[in-house]
Structure formats: structure tokens, C-alpha cells
Nanobody, 124 residues
């Protein structure tokens, strides 16, 4: 079993950048595909980025495509989400998730373990 732990959220001005980190507590992500989701109050959780178990395949939401990059460092047991050109509408709680699978999943159902979330706030 693996427990994702997020870090790196915070307050940033529009146009700025943040790098979110998701560290595996327990096992490494070697057996898990991972993803980032975000959820605003009263709304459903939606995918931001997803990466396959070997890090070779990625997928991004249209809203962040071209502005975000997901990468995996299994030696460090960490998955990263680099977010650039941030907009106020990117403000949300961001969750890291791990699924016992090799391929990408862009739906919450594809994941078995979830972190507690990290707040990202983008001011205009």
C-alpha cells in the first residue's frame, strides 16, 4: 500500500509558477500510476494531469495543457506537477492519487489511494 503526500501549494500571483510534489509514503510509485486532481467547493473532482507507472505517458486537462508538466522520479519516490502561467481560475485544492495500474487514468475511479490535498491560490 502507498500513501501519497502532497506539498508545494501556496499563494502565487497570476502569471507565476508553482511546483507541486507528491511523495510516496510506504512503498514507491513503482507499481502505481499517479495523477493530480483538483476540486473546488461544491464541485466534482476533476483531473489535472495523469502519468503512467513508468512515467512514459502523460495526459493533461485541456485547461492546463501547454502550461503544466508532470514528471516522475521513482528513485526519490516523488511525482511532480510543474504549473506555469497560473491563472486565478487555477485556484483549488489539488490532490495527488495513486492507482495500482500501469496505464493512465483520468477519472477518480482509476485510483486507490489519495493524499490530503494542498491548496493553490492564484491572485489576480
Amino acid at each position: 500500500q502507498v500513501q501519497p503526500v502532497e506539498s508545494g501549494g501556496g499563494l502565487v500571483q497570476a502569471g507565476g509558477s508553482l511546483r507541486l510534489s507528491c511523495t510516496a509514503s510506504g512503498r514507491t510509485f513503482n507499481f502505481y500510476a499517479t495523477g493530480w486532481f483538483r476540486q473546488a467547493s461544491g464541485k466534482e473532482r476533476e483531473v489535472v494531469a495523469a502519468i503512467s507507472r513508468d512515467g512514459g505517458s502523460t495526459a493533461y486537462a485541456d485547461s492546463v495543457k501547454g502550461r503544466s508538466t508532470s514528471s516522475l522520479d521513482n528513485a526519490k519516490k516523488t511525482q511532480y506537477l510543474q504549473m506555469n502561467s497560473l491563472k486565478p481560475e487555477d485556484t483549488d485544492v489539488y490532490y495527488c492519487a495513486a492507482g495500482f495500474r500501469s496505464t493512465i487514468s483520468t477519472t477518480p475511479r482509476g485510483y486507490d489511494y489519495w493524499g490530503q490535498g494542498t491548496q493553490v491560490t492564484v491572485s489576480s
